[in-house]
């Protein structure tokens, strides 16, 4: 295998490792970095203890371990071993140990030193998986600080070199040119109104007729894999159709990545895990959906959920490359080449989509002082690090300082998120360990025990399952448990207790607290969660007839997100088991059709509403606030505002005397009134008592200035006093009759500077007569005309021409006349 285009920088390599401890590798697909770049270290006098190869996915990692076994012409567990999570070949003769990235991640945590490992490789650094950018910051953090002579060596076809060598403290960058296989891209385009399986058996028939070779085609996900497998099968009987994705038995994946043995053409339905990594034999033909799966953190549903999205130029790249590996190929494309210019250039690293719960619970662990100090191509977002350690507090694995406390240890040492670890602990309590270990599992391996929404189902199929995947799974779900239990005797004189079992719905429950939920539909498709958002479960589900569900799973947005995988639980078990999360809470609505607040005592489960009283003592404290809530909502017009306060507030606002503004009421509620609020739970308080609490806001010196600029009355010169509107479009307005103004020749003014009072001159019969700001121009002008009409309305009245000369009274012209009579005697 001397021929293959890694080996032309291979020397480069080393004597880069021999001279540094670091090196970044850029090699395109097919160049044999994956299988022959660790074998080439074992040779190198610094390199005397194991090589790890860390891998994107188990498949790959175990095809990649294999292939080195057999250049070397041994099986995998000897020279070359293999780690996964399901699966594992290794022996004390291995040297180079290929693991998944989690896997390594685990493994520094336990041993930061790294003994007896020379170098680790970090193969197809490109997918940015948030293990691999953990895993990356961790062992340069080791290497700068306990193993200055670790190498770390940095793979990938597809990476900003420089970017990854500057992380590595100038590190070289080494490049292969690889094989110059030709390769042709067809562009098929998209139809919006066909479904990917048609479109994809569609593509496979044609490449089937037109071109030579096996077929590899990409789709997004397994159900769409299956669907056309159907397709294909009807209408390609003679073609071998082989899926690989990682619910596979590993037997079936290896049939998968070589060629048969028969000769037959095969056709290869792949998820991204045959995207890098995997050389899959005899293929020379790619049809790609060119859809990418990829998991994302719904923060407000707090649920990973599988999104679907347009695979990136990049990804296309890689995949369009495993056609032309081993000699010239074609990459059927379904999509427009018009359109590929604008999808994005990358997928976006996982550390800003995914949930940071569990990198959060690894750097508590490993001590990390300042994250964004560590050797990151991109920090971990501060927001989301926030959320995820309010998580962990919530769980227990988090003191209020952010440290790691006892229990956070032992969840750390268990091999699955951080809440799934803690239900892990929480049932080895009870002598569950075991059953909660199984139920973790069915939650992260897709296809255990079948298919369907009711996790209880799905354990009790699993149990009878053969295959390796199952006995592997079952091995694993093992091997947590006594962990579990050894960790939780360690610690027993912390956290041990005297407990019985609890149902598999309790045990999820303490994983996901947030997720206990209650049916709120006759059909079982609407469901509340205690954590208050709603969730939707498909009707023909068994779990339709729960009452109470815990979800272990759902996909879709935050707002009715479909329920994939759940737990139903009793009634009696929510009371008897979860009480400790049951409350009493006293709530307060506000009842717009009475204009009253009510009380309400209820008993809840967190958003789930158990039984609802009326409260008969509420926190008259809490009353008031939502009185005022309401009276800030609507505004001081809720309020019964008699004329006296209405006429302060209109008088402040023309003396422009800020603190009896609405906006500055409303904002000092508290302290004018709520007083007036104590003991009631309606907003009917007296109007005298709210225009005293208004006045009691301006201190003497707002009072004189109020009356100086803004009195509240007009004295007239008869002797009346009137109320003076402020609140008129017309400006500051007063009504009087008009008698009452005889004997001024001069209109009357109000504020400073000085503005004519608006005069609404009335009759004695109280009619309007005229509005005026000029009362010598009324009495010099239309007053002839008033008085004309008035002598024939009122004779009784005065009605003189001049008026300016007369002496002001309401008295008719008798009783004025008696009156001076008097006078004069």
Not at 205 to 232: H, N
Not at 376 to 396: E, F, I, N
Not at 578 to 607: D, T
Request: one cysteine or more; charged letters at 25%.
């Amino acid at each position: 295998m001397s021929d293959l285009p890694i080996h032309a920088v291979l020397p480069d390599l080393l004597a880069a490792l021999r001279e540094g401890n670091g090196a970044v590798l850029i090699a395109p697909p097919g160049a044999g970095k994956t299988t022959a770049v660790a074998p080439a270290l074992l040779a190198e006098a610094w390199c005397t203890g194991q090589v790890i190869v860390l891998s994107p996915r188990r498949v790959a990692a175990r095809a990649a371990a294999e292939r080195m076994a057999e250049m070397l012409g041994e099986d995998a567990g000897e020279t070359v071993g293999y780690v996964t999570r399901l699966d594992a070949k290794k022996t004390a003769r291995t040297r180079v140990l290929v693991m998944t990235e989690a896997i390594f991640v685990a493994t520094i945590l336990g041993d930061p030193d790294l003994a007896g490992v020379s170098a680790v490789l970090f193969d197809e650094a490109h997918e940015r998986h948030l293990d691999s950018d953990l895993g990356l910051a961790l062992a340069i953090e080791a290497q700068g600080v306990l193993r200055e002579d670790l190498r770390i060596v940095v793979m990938s076809a597809t990476i900003d070199g420089s970017r990854f060598a500057a992380l590595m403290h100038g590190a070289p960058v080494i490049e292969s040119a690889g094989k110059a296989h030709p390769l042709t891209i067809r562009w098929l385009g998209a139809r919006a109104d066909v479904k990917v399986e048609a479109a994809m058996a569609s593509a496979i028939q044609t490449a089937w007729r037109e071109e030579a070779g096996d077929i590899l085609a990409f789709l997004p996900g397994v159900a769409q894999i299956e669907r056309t497998a159907d397709l294909l099968a009807d209408r390609l009987p003679g073609a071998l159709i082989l899926p690989l994705h990682g619910q596979v038995e590993p037997s079936a994946q290896r049939i998968a990545i070589k060629r048969d043995s028969g000769g037959r053409r095969r056709i290869v339905l792949a998820t991204s895990i045959a995207e890098t990594s995997l050389t899959l034999d005899g293929v020379s033909v790619v049809v790609d959906a060119g859809l990418s799966r990829r998991a994302e953190f719904d923060k407000a549903a707090g649920v990973t959920r599988l999104v679907t999205t347009p695979a990136s130029q990049a990804s296309a790249a890689q995949r369009a490359g495993r056609a032309a590996r081993q000699g010239p190929g074609v990459a059927y494309r379904l999509w427009e080449e018009a359109g590929h210019a604008g999808r994005p250039a990358f997928d976006p690293p996982e550390v800003m989509t995914s949930d940071l719960a569990p990198l959060a619970l690894t750097l508590a662990q490993w001590g990390a002082g300042e994250v964004a100090a560590m050797a990151w191509l991109d920090s971990p977002p501060a927001p989301a690090l926030v959320t995820a350690r309010g998580l962990l507090r919530t769980l227990g694995a988090l003191d209020d300082d952010g440290r790691i406390t006892p229990h956070g240890r032992a969840m750390a040492r268990l091999s699955m998120e951080p809440a799934l670890a803690h239900m892990l602990l929480f049932a080895a309590e009870r002598g569950q360990a075991e059953e909660a270990a199984r139920l973790a599992l069915l939650l992260q391996e897709r296809g255990l025990g079948g298919r369907g929404e009711d996790l209880e189902r799905r354990l009790d199929r699993w149990r009878s399952e053969r295959g390796s995947r199952s006995d592997g799974a079952r091995k694993l779900a093992g091997r947590w448990a006594d962990t579990a239990v050894k960790v939780l005797r360690q610690a027993q004189h912390e956290r041990g207790c005297d407990v019985g079992p609890v149902p598999a719905g309790v045990l999820l429950a303490e994983a996901f607290p947030d997720r206990i939920a209650r049916t709120r539909s006759a059909s079982g498709e609407e469901w509340l969660s205690s954590g208050g958002r709603g969730y939707r479960l498909d009707p023909a589900s068994p779990l339709a007839t729960a009452k109470w569900l815990v979800i272990g799973d759902a996909q879709g947005e935050a707002k009715g997100a479909r329920i994939t995988a759940a737990v139903a639980l009793d009634e009696a078990d929510v009371v008897r088991h979860l009480s400790h999360r049951i409350e009493e809470r006293h709530s307060l609505s506000w009842n717009a059709g009475e204009g009253r607040v009510e009380a309400r005592l209820e008993r809840r489960l967190g958003a789930i509403v158990l039984a609802r009283v009326p409260d008969p003592k509420p926190d008259p404290d809490a009353v008031a606030a939502l009185l005022m809530a309401q009276v800030r909502e609507a505004g001081l017009s809720s309020l019964p505002l008699g004329d006296s306060a209405r006429a302060l507030i209109e008088r402040a606002g023309y003396a422009g005397l800020e603190m009896l503004s609405e906006a500055a009421l409303l904002a000092s509620l508290e302290e004018w009134l709520a007083p007036l609020l104590i003991g009631r739970r309606d907003l009917g308080v007296g109007a005298g008592k709210l225009h005293e609490a208004l006045l009691s806001r301006l201190d003497w010196n707002a009072r004189a200035e109020l009356d100086r600029v803004a009195p509240a009355e007009f004295r007239s010169p008869a002797g009346t006093n009137h109320a003076i509107d402020y609140a008129h479009e017309g400006g500051p307005c007063v009504e009087l009759r008009v008698q009452a103004l005889f004997g001024i020749d001069r209109h009357p003014c109000v504020g400073q500077p000085p503005r004519p009072l608006l005069l609404s001159l009335t009759s004695p019969g109280a009619k309007p007569i005229q509005t005026t700001a000029d009362l010598p121009g009324f009495w010099r002008g239309s007053w002839k005309d008033v008085c004309k009409d008035m002598k024939g309305r009122y004779p009784r009245h005065r009605w003189p021409d001049e008026p300016w000369t007369e002496d002001p009274s309401l008295k008719t012209k008798n009783a004025f006349n008696r009156g001076k009579g008097e006078h004069r005697t």
